[in-house]
């Protein structure tokens, strides 16, 4: 069905009305999130000093206007704990698929730069693998990746939901050409943070119950904008529904005005649109909301077809309890930090009442009535002959007791605890004791961590991937494990690729994968001496050795196990050196030094 401007008026007001439903259901967390952000902002509360007309009270001005940074410090150690677990130099692996067509198109000798490069002549499955990585890294590097998923993390540990959409960014690069260095646009995909506190999830039960199998789910992204940014974007953009810029209805325009500012309010609908007899699957509808004739309207004013499958919203949740909103550890300590800044400003109070007690006096001492009542201060002389009193308040220890308990309560609700502020519990710990303290209050952050890299981060692999690929343009790309710059363009990247991330493990996995290959090839190399010793004596087993060799490489990570065995026989079996341009090229090297040689690598 395609959508039809008829419809639009219809259109406009159910999202706009489904907008201000799921603004209404979500109040009381937005009050919740707005509490977190005064205590992250370590503003102080002062509503118990307030007046009824918003003014403090002349008579509890003197109390004290203490916030703790409780809260701060957490998400401060909770983003770099992430920060640390996701991201490493090399984050992520590529599996691509190897086609004979793709192998047909690429010749992959002449893609090298330069002739020092040490890669291999010919493409493999380990050659594919590593062009898919380095155009990921190529596009991560063209912006600041780690920040803006910093921001995403941030949000995650703060509301309980962090949202990133991936999206093409116009970028202007210059690029070397025959006619000299030439400055172009080209569109990489971004993963853009998305602030949850403007995008309204899907939590309609219809659609829950049906997600994945009739109806898919739709987000609501608010945003405000000035008129006159608005007409000159339509202007610049399109009305092809097909276009990344298009989809635009400039007529929706017409007669509208903004506030006294001049701004108007843009809702984004991405997902599948359902409305009595009207079903339009993966759409992005845009509706503007502002002033005509002195009325408020909402109008369509943009369509657009979302190309991928899958929507280009990326949730990471923190914990769910219930609902399409999770929950957060900062969402958890926030009552605990009130509690704790109540305990704390109490215990302030009662040491200053201890320090400078409020003083009883004999009301018909003359020279205390005239002068107000004794002045107190350090070392004052009082003239008179009344009774002087002084009233103690509270018990400082009690109050003390209180405020250290809700200290260590609000580390058991969130995790951070001291060792991971940097703070040593006892002076006789132990490392080991340490460490396992560590690793106890980070348990919940590595669960968090975990589970973003095998969801979230995947899916913005894929989706980065297909969208960078469709207009990727001729590009020098520097891959590290060739030690050089390789030309990549749209033709030479693999169709179709999986990826996998394993955060900061990588390094350590890559390390385990290459030290399994060297043991499967040292027990390939021992049956291959095996098979040379039966073939010498003239003797033939039950056991196909050649078979098992292949198995054994399979099994120990080797993915080209045709291009390491060769088909003479195996007395004159010798493993092929890499092809390098400048180097060795197809030379023979004995097994023994090629495998002293791989040794040495890994």
Known sequence: MTVSRKDFPKIAEFITDEYKRRKRNRGDLEKIWC???????????????????????????WMPETELPLQAQTLEVLCADAR????????FGAHAEMTDEYLERVE??????????????????DNADKLAQGAQLYWQRQYDFRKHLDLINADAFRYGMGIGRVRKVKKSLFRTTAKGVAKENDLIPVLIPTPIKRTYLDDRHSLV?????????????ERTIHIKDLKIASKDGSSDIDRDDGGWISASLRGLKGDKHGFVKLLEWEGDFVLENLYFPNLIITVVIGEANEKAVSRVLRVRDRKAPNSSYIEFPYHYDSGAYPSSPLMKGMPIQKAAVDALNKLMIISALHALPPLGYDPDDVYLAQSGGPVIYPGALWKTLGEVKDYKIGDPAVAMNVYLGLLS????VTGVNAPRLGAQTVSHTTAFAKEAELSRGTVRTVDYVEQSL???????????????????????????EYGGFVKLSKDVLPEKVIFEAFGAGGPAEEQAKTQNKLQALQLA???DQLLAQQQANGLQGN????????????????????????????TERAITGPQVEGGFGGDQIPAGEALQAFSDIG
């Open 35 to 61: 509490e977190v952000d005064r205590q992250i902002a370590m503003t102080p509360d002062l509503t118990h000093k307030m007046l009824d007309g918003g003014l403090i009270d002349p008579k509890k001005k």
């Open 84 to 91: 640390r677990m996701q991201l490493s130099k090399s984050w």
């Open 108 to 125: 992959f000798e002449s893609l090298i730069v330069g002739d020092e490069a040490e890669v291999p002549s010919k493409i493999n499955q």
């Open 209 to 221: 119950m049906n997600e994945g199998h009739v109806i898919g789910p739709a987000h609501i992204f």
């Open 409 to 412: 309560q609000y580390a058991d």
């Open 454 to 480: 095998q969801g979230p981060l995947s899916k913005f692999l894929d989706l980065s991937y297909q969208m960078g690929r469709e207009g990727f343009k001729q590009t020098n790309v520097f891959i590290e």
């Open 525 to 527: 190399l021992s049956l």
């Open 543 to 570: 056991v196909n050795i050649e078979a098992a060799q292949e198995q054994v490489l399979r099994e120990g990570g080797w993915t080209d196990v045709d291009f390491i065995l060769r088909a003479n026989s195996p």
